[in-house]
């Protein structure tokens, strides 16, 4: 068998600019953050992301200018910021390129790409702003004429239905990412990827996408994950490279883990409301740490041990969340 | 972590709770026992962990990341947290909830939103011109689907001139007259919907009052206003004309074991309600 | 919370005459038999099957004269019977309108069905007589007027793609069973569902029905089945009433309980080939026999014991299954 | 239940082996290492597997009932079976499999049939006219669409003059001149497939011969004659003219130990090949 373990700096290499890109997780949940802060210190430019939902991850990429175009439904930090003023300015500045979706449209693109077909239809969405095509963005960018072979002809289509009558459905295009990247919880080591606990729409981004790269906590052995091979979300041969890297989906959140570390995000959150907040912000946590080691003792123990999980719950017992 | 509270009916005074929990409480009582309620992060979080102490045991909680019949005992801070799973009947993934939703198996959905018009048609995505805005806000999630696809859908709005307003910025969330596009016409949404009309925005409360809908011509009005809120008030801080003929009364406050429950069983760490 | 406790019997009493029914299982695995039989028993007449793939059980169903329509793409006994001998008598004869589909087609149906979509997109089976619209026997039948609300209008459909421009695609309609039967591993007294190995189809035909019956190796605690809700494949919510009936998948086997009683099978193949052999086998097996348990007293604990699989294996290691 | 056989690999001689058994191992032969092998029921796995032990160790087998991967250690008897379960990377469904073969991520599956033409257009469905049959047959199953769109697909036959047919009664699985609805238009595969054209049938593995296809005019012709089998022989067991004009000889038999794993390894029960 192929070796498929990477360093965390080798891994993030195969991903070239320009490249179409989606995430495991969801909004402050199991983002593959190490390779996310890897990205942004190899200087990963025109990005085209393509996401069921983004998240804090997503404001850092396009704080840092990695990003030329935006396909999702939703950007933010959830309780712990509401407004991505990243993209905010990014879309007034006319550097980015955002095509609004709604979550069943983006879900079933990815659902779309993983299953080979060109489309799904869906009734998600009639009535909605989301289907005006005055505002397809990347039609009145010129980018629909087919030259980037993964930038569908049209923002959406409908057709009549001819079993039920039921009317005119809405299809959405196929997602079809070069490259997605997965935080989990397990993978062994030729590939196979277990995820605990929800798992938001991991399965489909994956199997969308031509290349996946999957961080996990922990490398185990093969063997050990094909005992119970119906508790595992991904066979082995899709996965291209594997790396290890406890803690590193911090500041997000994972299963039986972590919890998110929201005063971490609040703190980007805050600092991500000028350009200069931003840039300071990502030098002292990004550029200004070499590795995700370091990024790991920056935070230090005590901080990391608040946010453990409990065995029991999943979450963490120890982490302060409100004011009480 | 279940404690047992002394169940004190009686209704709480005014000073006695914040806006926040009467917006709760009012949610709460939205929903019937049995009913499957697809909750977004926040206030809805807490209004269905509510119910399931009170008045609809049997509720089944879907959160849209992915868990279905959750008997969360810490309460979760978004729908994508771990607390999501707990006691949950299944914790799958956004595939299986939102095909289970457009199947048409989900009675009420709570939702919030940036703004709304007087037809329930909800923004979450810009505020200003789409293609040249002032604001960007997170988008529409699910937001958008959620609220084409549940029976009945309440939105918990806050009140306020800029965001109760005649049209809304960018139509995010279909309400009951939708533009039906591609043609760009405005509808009745039960035409725009055809067979597959399922329902619609059934309540919003905000942190004046509750509202309900007129099917037929898919206005809101007002069905009850909060204790200490006036007509006068209401409008005030409303962008369209309010229709007050079929209001009913004062909104019932928070019963003390309401209150007890919402500060000692489902948020006693003060995520979404400090101490007072 | 509703009690979901049913007898067998009374579960079955809820399927009526001429309903669209759908089962859980592959081929001759996890087919819900203490069902099939009480159906038998019952006399359940004019169903209208759709099966992402049948097996001895459907051959029961259809021997004993229960099914007027029959939507697959598969019915046979596997290595134990190439044969389906019940269904090319009933096609001879006229009693059964058979529609073909292929694998794909059928699981998109399903998958159709359980999203509330009215079709979904595929490429499979191009260039064959599947989309023959000759062979359309629905449709020869006059039963494509739409007054069957579970009928579509048309076997198939035909769309261009308009995202990729990748040609016609070939659409399939949404299954709508009025009810699935499943059986499974365990099932929670509120009616979640475990359902350990292989899943086959059993999550696709479920969610496509409006009703779910499930049968159950075993009815143990939801908080059992909650501790480990990633585990589970269906929410209680959706079921309707569960039954226990251990050995109830018998002759078909299941992972980490039984395995395929092959010889039982062969009997029932080599009895099927005659109306009268069928008749026999059902007098003796199905109609002479009062109740599930009087079924498996019949049957008799020795041969249940070497069918039992061994706990590491999940397989049995003491059934005979070849010449040597 | 790995057990170490001694590597023999001179050629076994006639007599020494069956008609199976050649047909198992010039199947297994068709694998390239670390390929992603689709098989179904019967021979095909018993190819797989001998695979798996010899020249494709790294091969990745899917089993269309809800397998990735599997390292069988005892034979399956139908793939649904538990032991198909055994090691394998992800134990899923059908939706999961079915999708990744859409997906294009198949290379080589092996198939059966009942009957073939010249075209490689198999019929699994039924003998005789459709709607008005002579024979009943289980059906397509997943034959249309695996070998829809896998890269490359093995057929495994028995070599009859009725199975071996100018036309076969029902096109159940697409060859390499198929007929294209709704049109009902003959044309060729690729034609057919236009972009969504992945490849098709690759080899044709008889108890007589292996046939090969020449994609542009879309013609099987004989690649191997098994060892005993003449031109004559085989013509007479065919329903339709056959090619010889590339025949490059004799089919290499079996080694002894190809032999010893399926028979020590494989299939020691003895479920798809009794010992003699």
Redesign the interface.
């Known amino acids: 068998m192929r070796d498929k373990r990477y360093s965390l700096k080798e891994a993030v290499q195969m991903i070239q600019d320009g490249s179409m890109i989606t995430f495991s997780?969801?909004?402050?949940?199991?983002r593959p953050m190490a390779a996310i802060y890897e990205m942004l210190r190899q200087e990963k430019r025109n990005l085209h992301l393509i996401e069921?939902?983004s998240g804090t991850h997503t404001e850092m990429l396009m704080g840092a200018g990695a990003v030329s175009i935006w396909e999702?439904?939703?950007?933010?930090h959830?309780?712990y910021g509401?407004?991505?003023y990243c993209?905010?300015r990014k879309?007034?500045s006319g550097e980015i390129i955002?095509e609004?979706?709604?979550?069943?449209?983006i879900?079933y693109r990815m659902?779309a790409g993983a299953a080979g077909v060109p489309y799904l239809p869906?009734?998600?969405?009639?009535?909605?702003?989301?289907?005006?095509?005055?505002?397809d963005m990347l039609g009145k960018a010129g980018l629909r004429d087919g030259k980037n072979p993964r930038i569908p002809f049209q923002k959406?289509g409908?057709a009549p239905d001819p079993f039920?009558?039921?009317?005119e459905i809405i299809l959405v295009p196929a997602a079809r990412p070069d490259v997605c990247i997965i935080h989990a919880q397990q993978v062994g080591e030729e590939g196979t990827v277990r995820v605990m606990?929800?798992?938001?729409?991991?399965?489909?981004a994956a199997k969308a996408a031509d290349k996946v790269i999957v961080i996990a906590e922990e490398i185990v052995p093969e063997s050990y994950l094909r005992e119970d091979p119906d508790r595992n979300l991904l066979p082995s041969y899709i996965v291209d490279a594997i790396v290890e890297a406890p803690w590193g989906a911090h500041p997000t959140?994972?299963?039986?883990c972590y919890?998110?570390d929201?005063a971490f995000i609040s703190d980007f959150a805050t600092a991500s409301k000028t350009e200069s907040g931003t840039q300071d912000w990502l030098d002292e946590w990004v550029y200004g740490v070499g590795s995700h080691e370091e990024y790991l003792d920056k935070l230090n123990v005590s901080r990391l041990m608040n946010l453990r999980?409990n065995s029991f719950?999943?979450?963490s017992t120890r982490a302060?969340?409100?004011?009480? | 972590m279940e404690k047992v509270l002394v169940q004190n009916k009686m209704y709480a005074a005014p000073g006695e709770y914040t806006a926040a929990d009467l917006l709760a409480v009012a949610a709460a009582r939205e929903v019937n026992n049995?009913e499957?309620v697809f909750a977004g992060?926040?206030l809805p979080v807490l209004a269905v962990m509510l119910a399931a102490q009170t008045t609809a045991p049997?509720c089944?909680v879907i959160y849209?990341?992915?868990?279905?019949?959750s008997?969360s005992t810490?309460l979760p801070?978004?729908?994508?947290?771990?607390?999501?799973?707990?006691?949950?009947?299944?914790?799958?993934?956004?595939?299986d909830v939102?095909?289970?939703?457009?199947?048409?198996?989900v009675d009420l959905a709570f939702l919030g939103g940036a703004e709304i018009d007087q037809y329930g048609?909800v923004n979450t995505?810009v505020v200003g011109d789409?293609?040249n805005?002032d604001?960007?806000?997170?988008?529409?999630?699910?937001?958008?689907?959620i609220n084409?696809?549940a029976k009945r859908t309440v939105f918990i709005m806050v009140q306020e001139k800029r965001r109760f307003k005649e049209e809304v910025d960018?139509?995010?969330?279909?309400g009951w007259r939708?533009?039906?596009?591609?043609s760009?016409e405005w509808?009745h949404?039960r035409e725009?919907?055809?067979?597959?009309f399922l329902g619609g925005p059934s309540a919003v409360i905000s942190n004046m009052a509750v509202y309900r809908f007129d099917e037929e011509t898919g206005r809101m009005y007002v069905d009850t206003l909060h204790p200490g809120i006036t007509e006068e008030i209401l409008q005030e801080n409303t962008g369209f004309t309010l229709d007050f003929s079929r209001c009913r009364g004062e909104t019932l406050p928070p019963t003390h074991a309401e209150l007890d429950i919402l500060y000692e069983v489902v948020?006693?760490?003060?995520?979404?309600l400090?101490?007072k």
């Open positions: 997780g969801f909004t402050i949940w199991r069921v939902n999702s439904c939703w950007n933010g959830e309780l509401k407004v991505p993209m905010d879309i007034k955002v609004d979706y709604s979550h069943q449209h879900l659902q869906t009734w998600a969405s009639r009535g909605t702003d989301i289907l005006n095509p005055e505002y959406f409908y039920y009558n039921e009317g606990g929800q798992t938001f729409s991991d399965e489909q959140g994972m299963y039986g919890d998110v929201g999980t719950y999943k979450y302060k969340r409100g004011s009480n | 049995d499957v992060t926040g049997d089944k849209e990341a992915g868990t279905i019949g008997r810490s801070s978004s729908v994508g947290d771990p607390r999501c799973v707990e006691g949950c009947s299944i914790a799958s993934g956004l595939l939102f095909d289970q939703l457009q199947r048409g198996r048609n995505t789409y293609l805005p604001m960007r806000f997170p988008g529409s999630g699910g937001n958008n689907d084409s696809l960018y139509l995010t969330s279909p939708v533009r039906q596009w591609p760009g509808m949404r725009a919907y055809g067979k597959k948020d006693p760490e003060g995520i979404f400090p101490k």
